[in-house]
């Protein structure tokens, strides 16, 4: 259906699949109008209009902050020292075989199973030896992240963390990822200006410790909820065969005291996205 300039059924399908998260409870509102009407009422026209320019607007405001720090390289200084940041200690990628990993199946541990008897899935098989920095991690053994392959939701019960004293030896298989551990800053940019990217300063989409780097909803680890860190940051990775919910990002947590006592029975974990 088309409006002068405007072919709303085009809008209506670009809003859908990138609505900001400000824009949401809008569009929301006028999917329910849609669903009762089955039409696009003139009501939804001027809305999805409306969406529309604001869309636009943010595009080039985006731009033009872009552009500017690109020119002012001090002023791209002053913003990311101002905005909220922890320490992480990134996943990246590793050209050498090590113990630490991504993907596969883990070595010398058994794989837990579900309650319908189905095994679960290896995420990650992190070496505590191999992890640099000043953490609260065991100073040996091993954590192993585990999910259910095919979750029809994220409940309680989709993942598991385990924890042995045992170091296991590496074998190499193809669909596994090796890991190198690299520490760097790890930035909140809810506080910083829209013309700073993110692949600016991720050395990986997949991280220990720092903050979850999402700009949604808060995340466990900054809510009043309780002293709760988070443990692991593992995002929506093609290559690994993860989509978080709708190209989101997986956090584990951790109490603080858990941590400190070496108890990873409590560690929750959360899917953030949209």
């Known amino acids: 259906m088309k409006d002068g300039e405007y072919d709303l059924e085009k809008i ?12 949401a ?22 809305g999805l209009k409306g969406l ?66 189905n095994p679960m899935r290896l995420l990650a098989q992190i070496v505590c030896s191999e992890v640099p920095g000043n953490h609260s991690l065991p100073k040996r053994g091993t954590l192993y992240f585990f999910c259910d392959p095919e979750p029809l939701f994220y409940g309680p019960n989709t993942f598991r963390v385990l924890y042995s004293p045992e170091t296991p030896e590496r074998a190499v298989r193809a669909e596994e990822r090796s890991i190198r551990f690299a520490v760097g800053p790890c930035y909140e940019f ?40 988070m443990l692991l940051r593992l995002g929506s990775d093609d290559d690994l065969g993860w989509l978080w919910s709708d190209c989101g990002i997986l956090c584990f947590f951790i109490h603080q005291e ?17």
């Open 12 to 23: 209506y399908k670009e809003l859908r699949e990138n609505i900001e998260p400000e824009a």
């Open 25 to 46: 409870e809008v569009f929301s509102m006028l999917e329910g109008i849609m669903q009762k009407t089955g039409a696009f009422e003139p009501e939804v026209q001027e």
């Open 52 to 117: 529309l320019r604001q869309s636009k607007q943010a595009e080039e405001e985006l731009e033009r902050q872009r552009e500017y720090y690109q020119n002012h390289p001090q002023e791209k200084a002053k913003q990311l020292a101002a905005c909220r940041r922890k320490e992480a200690i990134f996943l990246a990628p590793s050209q050498r075989k090590t113990r630490s990993k991504l993907g596969g199946i883990p070595d010398g541990f058994p794989v837990p199973v579900m309650a319908c008897g």
């Open 190 to 229: 809810e506080d910083c200006s829209l013309g700073i990217d993110d692949d600016e300063w991720k050395l990986s989409e997949h991280w220990l410790f720092g903050t979850s780097g999402w700009s949604g909803e808060e995340t466990l680890s900054e809510t009043a909820e309780g002293n709760w860190l």
């Open 258 to 274: 858990d941590l400190a006592l070496g108890d990873f029975s409590r560690v929750r974990a959360e899917v953030y996205s949209g």
